[in-house]
């Protein structure tokens, strides 16, 4: 598998993730965990972010 497989394939399981995230936070009612559930998901739009531009680079 080529680097440019590798990256895609995160990005994907990224997407996953965040769309899991947003799911998820829409059912915590206590507004101190959904602001860690938020923390996290911008967390992992900037991993998502950071290996999209590594992927346009392969």
């Known amino acids: 598998m080529d680097?440019?497989?590798?990256y895609r394939r995160r990005v994907e399981r990224l997407e996953k993730a965040i769309q899991d995230q947003r799911a998820f936070l829409h059912?915590?009612?206590d507004?101190?965990?959904?602001?860690?559930?938020?923390?996290?998901?911008?967390e992992l739009i900037e991993m998502r972010e950071k290996l999209?531009?590594?992927l346009e680079r392969t």
């Open 3 to 6: 680097d440019h497989e590798k």
């Open 27 to 29: 059912r915590i009612p």
């Open 52 to 54: 999209m531009s590594e």
């Open 31 to 42: 507004p101190d965990t959904r602001e860690r559930g938020e923390v996290h998901l911008f």
